[in-house]
């Protein structure tokens, strides 16, 4: 157990609606990045917070947004939701401002039918 | 564009010793990571190199060549709870921020 949590473990939705992702850091733990984990795309990075402030972006679509709230838990987004985005999302903490050493939660598996 | 290479597949036995090789080619380059992810986990980090050399944590060891941009996770005395997934990512600048993974090498060890 990493020390992360995300919510819902799994999420089953229609094309065209809009889910949220809820991802709860380590305690401690400051910086929170979103990854997308599909079976021909790998783990990419969409993005990542630093105590409250957007850090760094990676190829997040305009459909997805995310925050980070003062009690540091964090929100992805996902709207207007296509087949393509079935995926496993993982949130994952680190206590500094960007490390290699990351500790990722258990994952949310979106399904959209 | 940014590019990491590892094998898709790699097969061994229990009590054996394999490698997993990593080429990259990126934009920046800080230091090499890897993670082992069981089947339906969360990745879980192993190691990382940001010199050249050799890291050695128990029964793993993370080599890294920068001249080269290659690195290699070595796995000794294979138990078969080491039968996961293996990815390699870069760290591209000092900030570290944004993990450019690998698509995984898939490790399966029999008795």
């Known amino acids: 157990d990493s020390g992360v949590t995300q919510t819902p473990k799994h999420l089953i939705t229609a094309t065209g609606q809009r889910v949220t992702l809820r991802c709860s850091p380590r305690?401690?733990?400051?910086?929170v990045y979103w990854y997308q984990q599909s079976l021909d795309q790998g783990l990419q990075f969409l993005i990542q917070y630093y105590n409250g402030e957007e850090r760094a972006k990676g190829n997040i679509l305009e459909r997805f947004s995310a925050q980070q709230f003062p009690d540091l838990h964090s929100e992805l987004n996902l709207s207007s939701l296509e087949l393509g985005d079935s995926a496993l999302y993982f949130c994952a903490s680190s206590v500094r401002d960007g490390t290699y050493e990351q500790y990722f939660g258990p994952g949310t598996r979106l399904t959209v039918t | 564009g940014q590019s990491l290479e590892q094998p898709s597949e790699v097969t061994a036995v229990e009590g054996a010793i394999v490698q997993i090789n990593c080429t990259y080619q990126t934009s920046g380059f800080y230091g090499l990571s890897w993670y082992q992810q069981h089947d339906g986990g969360a990745p879980t980090f192993l190691s990382y190199?940001?010199?050249?050399g050799l890291e050695e944590t128990g029964r793993f060891s993370s080599f890294l060549s920068r001249s080269d941009s290659y690195g290699y996770l070595l796995l000794q005395e294979l138990q078969m709870k080491d039968s996961a997934s293996y990815f390699c990512?870069?760290?591209?600048?000092?900030?570290?921020?944004?993990?450019?993974f690998g698509k995984g090498t898939t490790l399966s060890v029999s008795s």
């Open positions: 305690s401690g733990d400051l910086s």
């Open positions: 990512a870069v760290s591209p600048n000092q900030a570290g921020t944004a993990l450019i």
């Open positions: 190199n940001a010199l050249d």
